[in-house]
C-alpha cells in the first residue's frame, strides 16, 4: 500500500518535471525564433542597407573627377610651375671661333643649364666645340661671358662658368626612377626661339645611336618632346621641375624634329660634372671586360629562362673583372642590384662610378648564379684618380696630357706631367716631342700635375721653355715654342 502511494507520487513529479522540462524548451525555441526574426532580420536589413549606402558612396568617390586627380598620378599632371622655373634656368649660347669677335668667323648656339646660384652651367660640349669666345644671355635678357671649366667628349658634356651670385637654377632629378610612358618636358633655344617649352612622355631608356660615333657613353632617354636645332644642352625635366636630363640629339631625314629626341640622364650628368669641378677632368671606372648583347641563340646555348645581361667576350688579364673571377663567356645579369639587359644600359651603370669604387656584380658562370664584388680601376689599371685632359687651352697647342700615377712617380722617382697624344701639324708637333715625354718642368718651375701646368700656361704670354725625360731613354729633352 504504501509502496503503491509512493510510487503514484513519484510519477506525477516526474511528470511535472518532465512538463516543466518541455514549456522550458519550447519557450527557449520561440524566444530564439522571435529573436532571429524581429532583432537579425531587422539587423540584416540594415547592414545590407548600409552596405548598399558604402557602394553608393564608394562608387561616387572613385568615379569622381577628384579622385582620379589625386590618385592617377603622384607627381602634379601639369607644368606649369615647372616650365617657370626651368624657363629661368635655361639659358642660351653662342659660341664663336676667329679672331674677328661675335660679329664675325664661325659660330654655334645652343641652350644650357644653370645647376648653381653662382653661376655654373651645363651644356653640350659640342655646342662650344671649337669656340674661342662664349656669350651666355639669361631668360631675364642679361648677358655674361662664360669660361669653360672642363669638358667630356665621351658624353658629350660642357661645363661653363659666368660671374654672377644668385641665380636660378635647377636641382637634380633621379633619371634611373623615371618610367616609359612618363611626362617629361624640353626647355631650350630651337631656332633662337628664346626660352621655348615642349612637352612629352619618355619613350625608351638606355638607347645607344651612334652620335658619338662609338667613342662615347650612349645610354640616352627617348622622348616625344619636339627638339629641334638650338635645343642641344637644354634641359629635360619632369613634372616636379626637376632636371632629368640634358637634351642632345634628335634622328631626323629632314634636319628637323621628327619625333625623335634625346637626352643625356641626369644621374650620369651629376657625376660627370663633379669630376669636372673636383677633379679637372672625369675619373672614370673600368671593369675590364669587353661585352656584347645577349640576343635568343646565345640564350638557348646557354639554356637561360629569358633573354637578358650581357655577354663577356673577353676580360682583360689583371684588370677588376679578372680579380673578381669573371670568364669569358660568362653572363653579367646586374650591376649593384640593378639589371643590365644591353651594352648601353651596362656602360652608363659602370660609368657612374670612379676608380677604387666596389660594386656589386650577379652574373651567371656555367649555368649557375653568383654574386661577386668588383673594385674599379682607372685606364692606367690602378685605383689612382687619372684622367687624360683635353682642356682646350692644351688642344690649342696640339696635346693632351694626364698626372702621373702613384706606381709612375714611385717607378720613376720623380712628378711630373705624362704627354699622352700629340696632334699632327699643331704646335707642340713642331717641337718634335713625342708622345709619351714626361714633363718635369715649365720655365724652370718644377711640375706635379695638369692643374699646375694649364695654371702657369695661362699666366705666360711669350716663350714657355719645357724640360723633362722620356722613360726609356738616357738624359733630359728640353722643348721650346711660343704660346
Known amino acids: 500500500?504504501?509502496?503503491?502511494?509512493?510510487?503514484?507520487?513519484?510519477?506525477?513529479?516526474?511528470?511535472?518535471?518532465l512538463t516543466y522540462i518541455l514549456v522550458c524548451i519550447i519557450v527557449s525555441f520561440s524566444s530564439i525564433a522571435a529573436y532571429d526574426f524581429l532583432?537579425?532580420?531587422?539587423?540584416?536589413?540594415?547592414?545590407?542597407?548600409?552596405?548598399?549606402k558604402l557602394v553608393s558612396e564608394e562608387n561616387d568617390i572613385y568615379f569622381s573627377d577628384r579622385w582620379n586627380q589625386a590618385f592617377t598620378?603622384?607627381?602634379?599632371?601639369?607644368?606649369?610651375?615647372?616650365?617657370?622655373?626651368?624657363?629661368?634656368?635655361?639659358?642660351?649660347?653662342?659660341?664663336?671661333?676667329?679672331?674677328?669677335?661675335?660679329?664675325?668667323?664661325?659660330?654655334?648656339?645652343?641652350?644650357?643649364?644653370?645647376?648653381?646660384?653662382?653661376?655654373?652651367?651645363?651644356?653640350?660640349?659640342?655646342?662650344?666645340?671649337?669656340?674661342?669666345?662664349?656669350?651666355?644671355?639669361?631668360?631675364?635678357?642679361?648677358e655674361f661671358k662664360a669660361e669653360i671649366v672642363g669638358t667630356d667628349p665621351t658624353t658629350d658634356i660642357a661645363l661653363l662658368k659666368i660671374d654672377s651670385e644668385q641665380l636660378p637654377f635647377l636641382l637634380f632629378g633621379n633619371s634611373d626612377s623615371l618610367q616609359i610612358g612618363e611626362w617629361v618636358m624640353a626647355v631650350g633655344n630651337p631656332f633662337r626661339l628664346k626660352s621655348t617649352v615642349t612637352a612629352g612622355i619618355v619613350s625608351a631608356k638606355a638607347r645607344?645611336?651612334?652620335?658619338?660615333?662609338?667613342?662615347?657613353i650612349e645610354s640616352f632617354i627617348q622622348t616625344d618632346a619636339a627638339v629641334n636645332p638650338g635645343n642641344s644642352g637644354g634641359a629635360m625635366v619632369n613634372t616636379n621641375g626637376e632636371l632629368v636630363g640634358i637634351i642632345t640629339a634628335i634622328i631626323s631625314y629632314s634636319g628637323k624634329?621628327?619625333?625623335f629626341s634625346f637626352a643625356i640622364p641626369a644621374n650620369l650628368a651629376k657625376k660627370v660634372i663633379y669630376d669636372i669641378r673636383e677633379y679637372g677632368a672625369v675619373q672614370r671606372g673600368w671593369l675590364g671586360v669587353t661585352i656584347s648583347k645577349v640576343d635568343d641563340k646565345i640564350s638557348k646555348m646557354l639554356k637561360m629562362k629569358r633573354v637578358r645581361g650581357v655577354y663577356v667576350d673577353l676580360v682583360t688579364k689583371e684588370s677588376a673583372a679578372y680579380d673578381a673571377g669573371l670568364k669569358t663567356g660568362d653572363i653579367i645579369l646586374e650591376v649593384n642590384r640593378k639589371e643590365t639587359n644591353t651594352v648601353s644600359e651596362f656602360m652608363e651603370q659602370v660609368s657612374q662610378y670612379r676608380p677604387g669604387d666596389i660594386?656589386?656584380?650577379?652574373?651567371?658562370?656555367?649555368?649557375?648564379?653568383?654574386?661577386?664584388?668588383?673594385?674599379?680601376?682607372?685606364?692606367?689599371?690602378?685605383?689612382?684618380?687619372?684622367?687624360?685632359?683635353?682642356?682646350?687651352?692644351?688642344?690649342?697647342?696640339?696635346?693632351?696630357?694626364?698626372?702621373?700615377?702613384?706606381?709612375?712617380?714611385?717607378r720613376l722617382?720623380?712628378?711630373g706631367v705624362y704627354v699622352v697624344?700629340?696632334?699632327?701639324?699643331?704646335?707642340?708637333?713642331?717641337?718634335?716631342?713625342?708622345?709619351?715625354?714626361?714633363?718635369?718642368?715649365?720655365?724652370?718651375?718644377?711640375?706635379?700635375?695638369?692643374?699646375?701646368?694649364?695654371?702657369?700656361?695661362?699666366?705666360?704670354?711669350?716663350?714657355?721653355?719645357?724640360?723633362?725625360?722620356?722613360?726609356?731613354?738616357?738624359?733630359?729633352?728640353?722643348?721650346?715654342?711660343?704660346?
Open 1 to 17: 500500500m504504501l509502496v503503491s502511494i509512493a510510487r503514484c507520487i513519484f510519477d506525477s513529479s516526474m511528470k511535472r518535471f
Open 39 to 52: 532583432v537579425i532580420k531587422h539587423l540584416r536589413s540594415q547592414e545590407k542597407t548600409n552596405h548598399q
Open 73 to 142: 598620378s603622384s607627381s602634379p599632371t601639369d607644368f606649369i610651375s615647372a616650365a617657370k622655373r626651368s624657363r629661368e634656368a635655361v639659358v642660351s649660347i653662342q659660341g664663336r671661333s676667329g679672331n674677328q669677335g661675335f660679329r664675325s668667323g664661325s659660330k654655334s648656339s645652343g641652350s644650357g643649364i644653370i645647376i648653381s646660384p653662382d653661376g655654373y652651367i651645363v651644356t653640350n660640349n659640342h655646342v662650344i666645340k671649337d669656340a674661342d669666345r662664349i656669350n651666355i644671355l639669361l631668360d631675364d635678357n642679361r
Open 208 to 216: 645607344s645611336i651612334n652620335v658619338l660615333q662609338r667613342q662615347g
Open 257 to 259: 624634329y621628327e619625333g
Open 359 to 410: 660594386i656589386d656584380l650577379k652574373y651567371m658562370h656555367n649555368g649557375l648564379t653568383k654574386e661577386v664584388k668588383a673594385t674599379l680601376r682607372n685606364q692606367l689599371n690602378t685605383v689612382d684618380f687619372i684622367a687624360v685632359r683635353k682642356d682646350k687651352i692644351l688642344s690649342d697647342l696640339g696635346f693632351e696630357l694626364r698626372n702621373l700615377d702613384s706606381k709612375e712617380q714611385q
Open 413 to 415: 722617382n720623380t712628378d
Open 421 to 483: 697624344s700629340i696632334y699632327k701639324g699643331s704646335k707642340i708637333s713642331r717641337t718634335n716631342m713625342d708622345a709619351g715625354y714626361i714633363i718635369t718642368t715649365f720655365n724652370n718651375e718644377e711640375i706635379g700635375s695638369v692643374d699646375q701646368f694649364i695654371e702657369l700656361l695661362k699666366e705666360e704670354n711669350d716663350e714657355v721653355y719645357l724640360d723633362g725625360f722620356y722613360e726609356n731613354y738616357p738624359g733630359t729633352y728640353p722643348y721650346t715654342f711660343n704660346k
